[in-house]
């Protein structure tokens, strides 16, 4: 039986890999840090299987001590700061939670075994300011926020530590991928729990930064199957990972509040809160190499993304009100 390590398994990621990597035969073990994590419990509900080990992309000798206790085949390298509008406020701990916890996760692998594979989240926020439409492998990085400047770091060191020590390390440069898990201080989320709220009465207006900004919005759980297939090819390669479509924040408001019979003229309002010192304006991937030789694609369409969002956050909302409290 193959043993799988993952960092960040309290995240959207880590619960849908969780599943993945359970349901084909292999023995998972989760990173977790701090102490009494509320989300462990979420964790151990949805994929019972799962094992805790302790450790902190901050901290080297727990991570050497969590390789050491699980003795992995693979790492999945999923922990971060990924929440860019807080890289731009806690810039320091981004680098070193998202940028040097990469390296940290590397040479605890040196250290301990040098025959695990490794896999690297790195995203397409490195494309930034974009050179060119749509990206690929190729496409040079010009990030636009403290996340997107430690995602390259990162990427790069991946690289580094695969030419430098022949290690079985890949990067999966995904592009943006939503669910019904997703945390709520990202922009679909956040819009699918505002349009529930607003149906069921419990909220008026939802306020919003730039709804310009045009995004490759493709569904989790198609995404952590491009991860698992990366490690199971012969030679160690980076990847695109995106749907090859991008629609406006815009688009996304029409669709949910129209999927709830709502029009979200009469509901969004701006607020400067939410825009960035810089923004990344538009985003769309060109995933040729990972359909190819991978044989990945994702199964859900933009439409149908959105409508299950919201769906489900209607169905949360309605069960928090039967229990009288807000559904967190
Ligand atoms: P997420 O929901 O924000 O999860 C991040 C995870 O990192 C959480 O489990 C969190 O643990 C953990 N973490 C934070 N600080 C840590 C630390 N110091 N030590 C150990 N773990 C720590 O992110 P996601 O959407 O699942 O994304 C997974 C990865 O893919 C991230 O690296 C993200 O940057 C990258 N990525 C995501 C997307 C996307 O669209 N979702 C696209 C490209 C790349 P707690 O919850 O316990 O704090
Ligand atoms: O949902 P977002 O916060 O995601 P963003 O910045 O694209 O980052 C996500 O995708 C990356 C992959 O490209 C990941 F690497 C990263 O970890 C994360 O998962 O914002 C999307 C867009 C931005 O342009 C933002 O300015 O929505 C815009 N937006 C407008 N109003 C808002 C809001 N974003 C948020 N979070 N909240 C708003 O009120």
Redo the contacts with the bound molecule.
């Keep these: 039986m193959k043993t799988a390590l993952i960092t960040g398994i309290t995240g959207q990621d880590g619960l849908y890999l969780a599943e993945h990597l359970t349901a084909n035969g292999y023995s998972v073990y989760g990173l977790v840090h701090g102490q009494n994590n509320p989300r462990l419990s979420v964790v151990e509900r949805i994929v019972p299987g799962v094992e805790f080990v302790e450790g902190d992309l901050l901290d080297q000798s727990s991570l050497i001590a969590a390789l050491e206790t699980c003795q992995p085949s693979d790492v999945y390298n999923l922990g971060?700061i990924?929440?860019?509008?807080l890289s731009f406020k806690q810039a320091v701990l981004t680098g070193e939670v998202t940028g040097l916890g990469v390296v940290r996760v590397l040479e605890a692998i040196r250290t301990v075994n040098k025959e695990i594979r490794f896999y690297q989240a790195s995203?397409?926020?490195m494309f930034g300011k974009v050179r060119e439409t749509p990206q690929n492998e190729q496409t040079p990085f010009h990030p636009r926020?403290p996340?997107?400047v430690a995602?390259v770091y990162g990427h790069y060191i991946t690289l580094n530590y695969r030419e430098s020590y022949n290690l079985f390390a890949c990067s999966g440069i995904?592009?943006?991928?939503e669910s019904e898990r997703r945390g709520h201080?990202?922009?679909?989320r956040?819009i699918t729990n505002g349009v529930a709220k607003i149906k069921l009465g419990m909220q008026k207006q939802l306020?919003?930064?730039?709804?310009d900004?045009q995004?490759d919005w493709g569904y989790a759980g198609d995404y952590v199957r491009a991860m698992h297939l990366m490690l199971q090819q012969d030679a160690p390669e980076d990847y695109v990972i995106a749907t090859g479509e991008t629609h406006s924040?815009r688009e996304f408001l029409e669709v949910a509040f129209s999927h709830a019979g709502l029009k979200w003229e009469d509901h969004v309002v701006s607020?400067p809160r939410?825009?960035?010192p810089a923004?990344?304006?538009l985003?769309i991937g060109d995933a040729t190499k990972a359909r190819t030789r991978l044989g990945w694609q994702p199964t859900v369409s933009f439409p149908a993304l959105v409508a299950r969002m919201v769906d489900n956050d209607i169905r949360l909302q309605e069960a928090a009100l039967r229990r009288g409290v807000e559904e967190l």
Excluded: I, P, Q
């Design positions: 971060a990924s929440f860019v509008g995203s397409s926020e926020s996340y997107g995602k995904l592009f943006n991928h201080e990202f922009v679909t956040k306020a919003l930064g730039n709804l900004a995004r924040v607020d939410f825009l960035r923004e990344v304006d985003l």
